[in-house]
């Protein structure tokens, strides 16, 4: 099984959102259905970046590397 860090962009306002899943497509289609209560005032949102990881505990790690100022920056240098 594959895990995923990935980014989120709200088409709505601009926001990003970063998260880690095993499976990309049902979970974005659960946070463009208003499933995930923090976010689901900016849906619909589109992934915009995503990393493959072999565990969960890398797509984690790497999900906290997104958001730190290091990682934003990297991500603003690939999106």
């Known amino acids: 099984m594959l895990y995923f860090a990935y980014v989120l962009k709200s088409q709505s306002s601009g926001r990003y959102y970063k998260g880690h899943c095993n ?3 049902t979970r974005l289609k659960q946070h463009n259905s208003g499933k995930t209560k923090s976010i689901k ?3 619909p949102w589109k992934v915009i970046y995503f990393e493959e ?6 797509a984690i790690k790497r999900e906290r590397y997104f958001k730190t100022a290091a990682g934003r920056r990297y991500l603003s240098s690939k999106i």
């Open 23 to 25: 499976n990309l497509d």
């Open 41 to 43: 005032t900016y849906v």
């Open 53 to 58: 990881f072999d565990t969960l505990e890398e």
